[in-house]
Structures are given as structure tokens and as C-alpha cells.
């Protein structure tokens, strides 16, 4: 029986374990199958979801508007860009003033740099402006995920995790704390207390 | 009506005879081994050459077999029909018998649909219909029936049942607890699909297709109605969920009204404006969404955006025992 392709997962995965991910692959030799990147934590994002700080934005083409924003979550920093092929996540960069909470859905991309590393990015399907609670929301889903996800690695027959083991050298077990991390420092900003969010416009 | 008004009335009357001789005979298997041709060749002498309405032909019919074979009413069940609950269908073309409550009546759009809207049992709700043709009784909103044969239809992997001229409508005093098969599904709101925002819809009746290009794919180009809707994906991670939002959702999502949405695309002359100013509104929140699954989609009877503050504490106990 023939099917529509089925859309894939977001996946959610915080800012430290996916800039340390650089393995992408495809699971068939169709020029346009999905190219997926390896998360240390043993599973294949063609496809993220995260929630985090707008800090910085930059325009950085050349000749055309090429915009390069950074997005803050409790472990590090997302680069996302958005250029004349994403237009309506330009021009949401465009117009959005740092700093400001930003929901983004995007695709992973790799390129190499000058001395032979490889950089990870996420080029933007959408990009909008959100409220701490989503957030806040987001950090607890992230952390919950990247749990199960460390859990489950020495399943029997998870092979993204067996695939983690023979391209990485990370300590999966850092991810656990990372994600813990996280979570400690919402109950703190929650025990500070009392700042409710702003309303959205 | 009497059934003998034209040629195609008589075509039909015939084949219902039909249907009433086969129905009979199985509703007598276990107790008289009768011939379908006997059956039908007295129902028909009763409807054609006395005139008798087709029920009553019938119950004359079956009353005189439950003579032969000593029984009592009570004593047939429902022939062979098979007791299926409502959201359990999964059968084309299936002979049913139901009780059933009337959980909603919805408007008929279409001249031949005497009455449509939502049967339910304990299993759930199913859609059924009534056509003008088969003459029955109108059911009522909220009264339960028994309901012997009905027929189970299928339109794109969704069951449905039809009522026809062999139905027998009983108004029973019973309390029908009509279960709940709603999916209930939760999620960030990843993406907004084409055909979402300010729509035409084909105004034939019962067609209410969504146009391209002003076009139905089955009535060519028509002056189409407004109507408005979000064909969304809801992501959790783990599973993508499509959901549909009808108008009144649409409205109660976006904040946006059809009247409003209309207004938006006059002023820019473009109806895309609509989606593209909703998009920012809605997309990258986390959303909870309750209603019945049709085929891929859910359909949106309920929503809730997830929008209180997160339990910190609560969530960090948790995440420790994973």
C-alpha cells in the first residue's frame, strides 16, 4: 500500500547535546530521503523543536538578507539562520527586538569549518515570539526527553544509541546532569518567586 | 406514500420486497426453513394488490410464520443482524441492530437527507442518515430507540450507518450512557498546513468541498462560500498529531472571527493574509486538543492551550526517577 510520507518528530534536545552532535545520515539512497543528525543520546533528529532567548541578531549576507540569531536555553547556545529560502522565519528575525523568548521548528544542518570541525545549526521552518510559560514548559519537555533518552541507552536493540557509541566519544551520562541542571534552575527562578510573565501581546 | 406512484417507486418497492423476503427468512433460520421467493411473492401480494403499507406488510407476513412455527414475537431476535456497538463498526455495507441514543441532530444539506446527525452507545457516537425516500418516523434529540436494520456505509476508512425503509424505529425507556471515543491529544503547534486560514467552500449542497482557484474538484468554478479553519500539526516529541480547527475553534484559537478574517482579506485583496497574520498568534504553543479522529485528522471539539506555569519542583522529582 502506498503512503504519504509521514512527517517527522521534532525532537527536543538542548542546546549542549545538540551542538556536540556533527554525524548525519540517510536511511535509503533516495536522493531526497530525510537526512538525519545522530544526538549523542542515541536517537535521529531530521527535525528539532526548541523554545529558548533570542539574544543576538545579526544580518550576515552579503548580498542578500542572510540573518544569523542566537538562542540561549539553560545549557548553551542555538545558532539558527534564516535566509531568502525561509522567509517568513527572516523576517520574524528581522523584526524581533532581543531580547524575547522564541519558539523555533527547524531542520538540523551541519557544515565544516576552516580547521576541519563541524558546526551544527538549525535552519528555521518558523520562528515566533512566545511567553516564559511556553518556555519554562519547554525546558521541563527538553529535560524529560533527553532523560528517557539517556535511560534508554543501553536498551537492547536501540541502535541509534549502539550508532552514539561507535561515532561519538561523549560521556552520555553529562546529559543527565545537563537536563537536571536545567530543571534545578527553574525550581530556583520559581522559588525566587513571584515574577509572572508578561502577558502576550 | 403509495409505492406504486411510477416505474422507479415500483423498481424499488421490488427490490425492498426483496430485502424484506431475505430479512424474514433469516429471521426465522432457526425455526422454519422458508423460501425467500415464497416470502416475497406474499409480501408482494399484500403491498401491490391490497395496497398494504410495507410495515404492515411485513409484520402480516412475519405474524402469520410465527403462527406456523408456534412462537411468539419475543421469541425471533434480530435475524441474523449482527449487534455490533456504534464506534466499533468496521464493516461496509454491514446489517445492523442498535439501541441508541439521539445525540445530535445536525442540518441536512441536502434535499433528499430527511435527518443526520450523531447515534450514540456505550461505545461511542457514529454519524447516521435518513433519507427522505424511506419515510421513517423523525427521530428525536436525545430520546433512545431500538433501532433493527440499519446498514453500515463507509466513505474514506469512516463508518457511518444508514437508516432505510426496512428500519424498525422503537422508542425505548432506557438511559443510554453514550461513551466517550474522543482522542485526546497534546502538543506544541508545529506547523499550520496549506488550505488553513480564510477558505472557499464548494456551496453545492452536501458538497462543501474547499475550492482551488475558486474551482470544486467536482463542480468546476462556483461561487464558493467563506468559511474558516487551522489544519495544524500538534508535536510532542515523540508523535505528530493533525488536528483540524473548524470555524468556531478557528475563532476561539486565534481571536479572530470570520467576519473580521473577511474584512483582512478585502482590505490587502488576498484572502492569505489571514493564515500569515494567525500564524504568529498560535504556532510554537503547546496545545491540548479533544475531539473525534477523522482519518488522519482530529477534529476539534475541544482545545486548550497549556499555558500555566510548569511545577519546577515537581517536574525535577520526576525527572530524577527517570
Avoid at chain 1, 35 to 42: A, E, H, K, M, R
Avoid at chain 2, 84 to 97: H, K, S
Wanted: proline share 4%.
Amino acid at each position: 500500500m502506498s503512503q504519504a510520507p509521514t512527517r517527522e518528530v521534532a525532537r527536543r534536545v538542548f542546546a549542549r547535546e545538540f551542538n556536540d552532535a556533527s554525524h548525519t545520515f540517510k536511511e535509503s539512497d533516495d536522493e531526497r530521503a530525510p537526512v538525519y543528525l545522530l544526538l549523542p543520546t542515541g536517537e535521529r533528529a531530521n527535525r528539532v523543536f526548541l523554545v529558548g532567548t533570542l539574544t543576538e541578531k545579526e544580518d550576515v549576507g552579503e548580498d542578500d538578507e542572510y540573518w544569523r540569531g542566537r538562542i540561549v536555553d539553560p545549557t548553551g547556545t542555538f545558532f539558527v539562520y534564516a535566509g531568502q529560502y525561509q522567509p517568513d522565519a527572516a523576517s520574524t528575525l528581522r523584526d524581533l527586538e532581543p531580547p524575547a523568548y522564541v519558539s523555533v521548528v527547524g531542520k538540523p544542518r551541519t557544515y565544516e569549518t576552516d580547521d576541519g570541525g563541524i558546526n551544527v545549526s538549525v535552519r528555521p521552518e518558523s520562528i515566533t515570539a512566545v511567553d516564559a510559560t511556553t518556555r519554562d514548559r519547554w525546558v521541563v519537555e527538553a529535560a524529560t526527553r533527553t532523560l528517557e533518552r539517556v535511560a534508554a541507552v543501553d536498551d537492547e536493540g536501540n541502535e541509534y544509541a549502539r550508532m552514539a557509541r561507535d561515532e561519538y566519544d561523549l560521556p552520555v551520562a553529562d546529559y543527565r546532569e545537563t537536563a537536571l541542571a536545567a530543571l534545578e534552575g527553574l525550581d530556583e527562578t520559581d522559588e525566587l518567586g513571584g515574577d509572572i510573565p508578561p502577558a502576550e501581546p | 406514500m403509495p409505492p406504486h406512484e411510477n416505474n422507479t417507486e415500483a423498481i424499488e418497492t421490488m427490490t425492498d420486497l426483496q430485502t424484506h423476503a431475505e430479512d424474514i427468512v433469516a429471521q426465522f433460520s432457526d425455526h422454519l426453513d422458508l423460501a425467500a421467493d415464497d416470502v416475497e411473492e406474499r409480501l408482494d401480494n399484500l403491498v401491490n394488490e391490497y395496497q398494504v403499507p410495507v410495515d404492515e406488510a411485513r409484520r402480516s407476513v412475519v405474524n402469520s410464520y410465527l403462527d406456523e412455527a408456534g412462537l411468539e414475537r419475543d421469541a425471533l431476535g434480530g435475524g441474523d443482524n449482527a449487534s455490533v456497538r456504534l464506534a466499533e463498526i468496521e464493516q461496509d455495507e454491514q446489517w445492523l441492530d442498535v439501541t441508541a441514543k439521539v445525540v445530535e441532530l445536525w442540518e441536512t444539506r441536502s434535499d433528499s437527507v430527511a435527518q443526520v446527525g450523531l447515534l450514540g452507545d456505550e461505545s461511542g457516537t457514529t454519524k447516521f442518515v435518513a433519507f427522505e425516500t424511506s419515510d421513517l418516523p423523525a427521530l428525536e434529540e436525545n430520546a433512545v430507540y431500538r433501532l433493527e436494520n440499519l446498514v453500515t456505509d463507509e466513505y474514506q476508512g469512516n463508518f457511518s450507518v444508514k437508516l432505510n425503509r426496512t428500519t424498525t424505529i422503537t422508542e425505548v425507556d432506557e438511559t443510554v450512557e453514550v461513551g466517550d471515543d474522543a482522542e485526546t491529544v497534546e502538543g506544541a503547534l508545529v506547523d499550520i498546513q496549506s488550505g488553513s486560514g480564510l477558505i472557499k467552500r464548494c456551496p453545492e449542497a452536501d458538497c462543501t468541498r474547499v475550492l482551488q482557484n475558486g474551482r470544486c474538484s467536482e463542480h468546476g468554478d462556483v461561487e464558493g462560500e467563506f468559511d474558516l479553519r487551522i489544519k495544524g500539526v500538534l508535536d510532542d516529541g515523540e508523535a505528530v498529531h493533525e488536528v483540524i480547527f473548524d470555524r468556531e475553534s478557528t475563532e476561539a484559537l486565534t481571536g479572530t472571527t470570520i467576519e473580521a478574517a473577511k474584512q483582512m482579506a478585502m482590505d490587502a485583496l488576498d484572502t492569505t493574509v489571514v493564515i500569515d497574520e494567525m500564524r504568529g498568534g498560535v504556532l510554537g504553543r503547546y496545545y491540548r486538543v479533544s475531539g473525534p479522529q477523522f482519518g488522519r485528522y482530529v477534529l476539534v471539539d475541544e482545545f486548550e492551550r497549556l499555558s500555566d506555569s510548569v511545577d519546577a519542583e515537581a517536574a525535577l522529582i520526576e525527572a530524577r526517577s527517570i
